[in-house]
């Protein structure tokens, strides 16, 4: 019998962490004891894994010597105090909050593309999950790395109000009927309505330094690629908010080296791992977050050379956030850390 792990969902009443308890049992990974771990308020309520009710225990007092492996999304001052404290107990934390992303030490780890730098957990007993957004231009970006060295990244992103939290959801929700009913509801996750418009901020600004007048979701974009990558890869990022509830969608403009045919392109996304090409140039013939919400994959539609530089090429991508984005890149870590590591 193949041995099982007691596994701790921090931040278990939360979007990311109800899609982590709901990937684990999809994924039959080996649990052997499963704790739903939240904040004092969420303390006490019931969450379902396997069939089976849980009841949810509070993070402040809970004793991480019980558990194997941590999964967090509790957010990052949160993760700040507590991942330390879980790793200290024994538990190996994968966090998917932005706290650890850039600690040197850490690694950064989206398995399809850098799944040796789990090795270095060892260091801290900590493995950190990237942004949604950069994970699945990541993983787009690592079959065409493979073709020829890649000289500058231009990326737009569509984001979904889930990445935001469930507040963002419901805000999209409310503003959407209030349109309806001529009622008003004003802004109150976002910087402007969100409903039938678009907002190009994504987190805050930046006011200094080379990424002054960049927010720090587009600079989250630049570096994380850079270190997941392991190479120099120049990144310049636009990051917008969309009334789309699930998924986010990303038109990237990538330049070589060396002229990358559309053909070489296709053949090495078909073949890649975690990405699925739907790409017909005829109406419909691409996918849209609609099309994403719930899969695992990360599509590739809209392959195209840029019709001003014979070195670059065009595409569209789109992946669920939830899912791809965080929860999912956060137990495939963990399935791979069992593999190698702790047998």
């Known amino acids: 019998m193949s041995r099982k792990y007691n596994v701790a969902v921090v931040g278990a009443s939360g979007n990311v962490g109800r899609e982590m308890l709901q990937i684990l049992e999809d994924r039959k990974f080996p649990v052997n ?7 004092s ?7 379902e894994f396997n069939g089976k009710d849980i009841k949810v225990e509070d993070l402040e007092h809970f004793d991480f010597s019980k558990a194997e492996i941590g999964l967090f999304s509790p957010g990052a001052s949160v993760s700040e105090i507590h991942a330390p404290r879980a790793a200290k107990s024994g538990c190996v934390v994968i966090d998917n909050t932005s706290f650890f992303r850039m600690h040197e030490g850490i690694p950064l780890v989206v398995p399809e593309v850098n799944p040796h730098d789990i090795a270095q957990y060892k260091n801290k007993g900590i493995i ?4 949604c957004s950069t994970i699945q231009m990541v993983v787009a970006l690592k079959p065409l790395q493979n073709l020829a060295k890649i000289k500058r990244v231009v990326v737009s992103t569509y984001q979904s109000v889930s990445g ?15 349109i309806y009913t001529g009622n008003d509801h004003e802004p109150e996750k976002f910087t402007k309505r969100i409903a039938f418009n678009l907002i190009p901020q994504i987190d805050k600004f930046l006011d200094s330094g080379e990424y002054a007048g960049y927010t720090k979701e587009e600079w989250k974009m630049v570096v994380e690629t850079k270190k ?14 969309v009334p789309v509830f699930t998924a986010h969608s990303e038109c990237v403009n990538v330049e070589f080296e060396r002229e990358v045919t559309e053909k070489e392109a296709y053949e090495a996304l078909k073949k890649a791992p975690g990405v699925e090409v739907i790409d017909r140039r005829e109406n419909g013939g691409y996918v849209t977050p609609f099309e994403a919400s719930g899969k695992d994959a990360t599509y590739i539609s809209r392959l195209r050379k840029d019709n001003t530089n014979k070195n670059a090429l065009n595409f569209w991508v789109v992946s669920d956030n939830l899912r791809k984005g965080a929860a999912l ?4 870590i963990a399935e791979i850390l069992i593999r190698d590591y702790l047998k």
Do not use: H, W
């Open 164 to 178: 935001a939290g469930k507040d963002a959801m419901d805000e999209l929700f409310e503003q959407t009927r209030s």
């Open 33 to 39: 004891n499963i704790y739903a771990v939240a904040s």
């Open 329 to 332: 890149n956060a137990v495939q």
């Open 128 to 131: 950190a999950n990237p942004n």
């Open 41 to 47: 308020r969420s303390a006490g309520t019931e969450i």
């Open 228 to 241: 997941i990558m392991g190479a120099d890869v120049p990144v310049t990022a636009t990051c917008v908010r």
